[in-house]
């Protein structure tokens, strides 16, 4: 958003100097793009404050600003809170909380929106230890139809199996860069349920 915001300014600045566009008009256009450009930069400032108090708060050892894309019984894009507290991950959104104990975590997976393309459905079920292929088609289709934004975003596919349940696979988004992603699920505790796969290539997380 901020770059769509930086390219309408110097779009308005050029049609204003070649005299397309009125300079008052130019002027108020800019104004009120800077304004929006403050805005999200606010809100992002605010959204990182907030999660930071929520994990000292839960004594976690790392929080993420995620986006529920299936799993739960929540619309697609809710947005929420993933800590990891050592035993058990815990999902926060605005009105629900969800809690993940460790021992029933089977695999996080990471990836991104591209790298689920290039990888066929019975690739990713052995990847992610279970699943069913049906799901997981279903699961493409949706990020294949989603904004442009899920392009840049890192893709947690997590199965989980609760005490006498069957295997459920959660999936969130985070517009962290993925590299920082895998550095936080290094964390100990997670190692061994961890896989990354980016690039193309698949690597074990140690």
């Not at 309408?8 to 204003?16: D, P």
């Not at 397309?20 to 606010?42: D, P, T, Y």
């Not at 079920?125 to 990020?143: F, V």
């Not at 840049?152 to 962290?176: F, K, N, R």
Request: glycine share 6%; charged share 20%.
């Amino acid at each position: 958003m901020l770059l769509l915001l930086f390219v309408l300014i110097f779009g308005v600045c050029v049609l204003s100097m070649i005299g397309s566009l009125n300079a008052g008009a130019a002027f108020f256009i800019s104004v009120c793009c800077l304004a929006g450009m403050v805005l999200q930069v606010r809100q992002k400032h605010i959204m990182r404050q907030q999660l930071n108090r929520r994990r000292v708060a839960l004594q976690a050892k790392w929080g993420l600003q995620v986006k529920h894309l299936g799993g739960l019984p929540l619309p697609v894009d809710t947005l929420g809170s993933l800590f990891f507290l050592g035993d058990r991950l815990i999902l926060e959104t605005e009105h629900d909380l969800w809690t993940f104990k460790l021992e029933d975590l089977r695999k996080i997976l990471l990836m991104t929106s591209d790298q689920i393309y290039k990888v066929d459905d019975r690739q990713l079920c052995n990847l992610l230890l279970a699943g069913s292929s049906r799901t997981l088609a279903a699961l493409r289709e949706k990020i294949r139809h989603h904004d442009s934004a899920l392009h840049h975003s890192s893709i947690l596919l997590i199965t989980y199996q609760p005490e006498a349940s069957d295997t459920s696979l959660l999936v969130l988004a985070s517009a962290v860069y993925p590299q920082k992603v895998t550095s936080l699920l290094k964390t100990n505790g997670l190692a061994d349920k961890v896989s990354v796969r980016l690039h193309g290539q698949q690597v074990n997380v140690i």
